[in-house]
Structure formats: C-alpha cells, structure tokens
Nanobody, 124 residues
C-alpha cells in the first residue's frame, strides 16, 4: 500500500513563495509518475503539474508555468513543489498523487494514490 503525506502548506501574501513536500512510503518512489493537483472551494480538482519516474519529463498547467517547479528525490522518496510569485487564485487544497506508470498524466482519475492534501492560502 502506498501512502502519500503532503506538508508545507500555509498562509502567505501575494508574491510570496511556498515549498510543498510529498513524502511517499510503502513503495519506492521511482516506480511512479507523480502529480500535484489542487482544489479550490466550490471548484473541481484541477491538474497543476506532473513529473515522470526519472524526472525526464514534466508537464505544467498553463496557469502555473514559470512560477511553479516540480522536482523529486527518489532516494528520499519525496516530491517537491516550489511555488513562487503566488497569486490569490492559487489558494486551494493541494494534493499529491501517484500512478504506477512511466507516462506523464494530467487527469486526476488516472492516478491511483492520493495524499490527504495541504491547504495553501494566498492573502492579498
């Protein structure tokens, strides 16, 4: 059984930065494509970014390109999401997800395993 635990959320001002972490246990991280999704109140869960097993490929939502950076450390079984120049519309619960494939996937229903989420709030 794969377990994902997100940390690093919080309250920051517009233009600030946060770094989210997703610790994976139960299986080796290198088996999975990893993604970050987010869900704002009253909205559907949306794709943010994904990264393949060896970090060879990443894919970003247009809304975060140039501001967010995903990375992974397979030795530490951890995935990171560096978020810079944060905007009020980035406010959401951020979820880490995993799927046992080498493909880059952007649909939430493609992912098998999910964390509990971490709240990110951007104040203006």
């Amino acid at each position: 059984q794969v377990k994902l635990v997100e940390t690093g959320g919080g309250l920051v001002q517009v233009g600030g930065s946060l770094r989210l972490s997703c610790a994976v246990s139960g299986r080796t991280l290198s088996s999975y494509t990893m993604g970050w999704f987010r869900q704002a109140p009253g909205k559907e869960r949306e794709f943010v970014v994904a990264i393949t097993r060896t970090s060879s490929t990443t894919r970003y939502a247009d809304s975060v390109k140039g501001r967010f950076t995903i990375s992974r450390d397979n030795a530490k079984n951890t995935v990171y999401l560096q978020m810079n120049n944060l905007k009020p519309e980035d406010t959401a619960v951020y979820y880490c997800a995993a799927v046992g494939t080498g493909l880059i996937l952007a649909r939430w229903d493609d992912y098998n395993y999910w964390g509990q989420g971490t709240q990110v709030t951007i104040s203006s």
